[in-house]
């Protein structure tokens, strides 16, 4: 089973910053927070990734609470193009990692 | 750089046959994970390979095999087929020590 929690869908206005929550309340010393996305009918992206602090990159910033409980994607200038199922997952770093996903965030970017 | 390929892209099954899907991993990527994405949901873990080993496996019953190749490249194979099976089976692969993993477009079983 799927060790977090998401809205099963938001909206947001195209040009805004869109900021998808997610709760990982059982989450491990060890485990890391990963995002993908899935446009539709192509296989999951990586976004980003964090393990306590925040982190941002080309596509997005991901903002962990303090306790790493829970945490935030922003992606900052939603595009019609990040229309997509956004998937949060906690998982090991390296070794024998799986990838268990839930049934995430449709976002639906509106113009 | 051609990414993770995987083919066929689309594939019609009768129901008990056996089926062979292929998934050429993202150059100089050596671990091949197999996941399959029933309609409507989040993709679910099969299994993984690393130095042509199966490492770790899901929640998947027997006639569900793999392979990996020397050149790291990977089979899976479903064996028995059930219209259940039907969905979309993606590969993604991922260096071993490394964070993100790279899916492929997959492939789409259809079982009639």
């Known amino acids: 089973d799927a060790k977090t929690t998401q809205p099963p869908s938001m909206d947001c206005a195209e040009g805004r910053a869109a900021n998808l929550p997610c709760n990982h309340s059982?989450?491990?010393?060890?485990?890391?927070v990963y995002w993908y996305r899935q446009i539709h009918s192509q296989g999951p992206q990586y976004i980003i990734h964090g393990l306590k602090n925040n982190e941002t990159n080309e596509m997005a910033s991901l903002i962990i609470t303090e306790d790493r409980k829970s945490s935030t994607l922003i992606l900052p200038h939603a595009t019609l193009r990040d229309t997509a199922v956004y998937y949060c997952i906690v998982s090991i770093i390296q070794g024998a990692q799986k990838l268990v996903f839930g049934q995430g965030t449709r976002l639906t970017i509106n113009p | 750089d051609a990414g993770v390929t995987q083919s066929p892209t689309h594939l019609i099954k009768t129901r008990g046959q056996q089926v062979t899907l292929r998934c050429s991993p993202k150059?100089?990527?050596?671990?091949v994970s197999w996941y399959q994405q029933a309609l409507g949901q989040g993709p679910q873990f099969i299994f993984q390979?690393?130095?042509?080993?199966?490492?770790q496996r899901g929640n998947f019953p027997d006639r569900f095999s793999g392979h990996q190749f020397p050149n790291y490249s990977s089979e899976l194979n479903v064996n028995a087929l059930l219209l259940g099976d039907s969905a979309l089976y993606l590969c993604a692969s991922s260096l071993e020590g490394f964070t993100e993993a790279f899916f492929g477009q997959g492939t789409r079983l259809t079982v009639v």
């Open positions: 150059s100089g990527h050596d671990t």
């Open positions: 390979y690393y130095e042509e080993e199966e490492r």
């Open positions: 059982t989450i491990s010393g060890n485990e890391y």
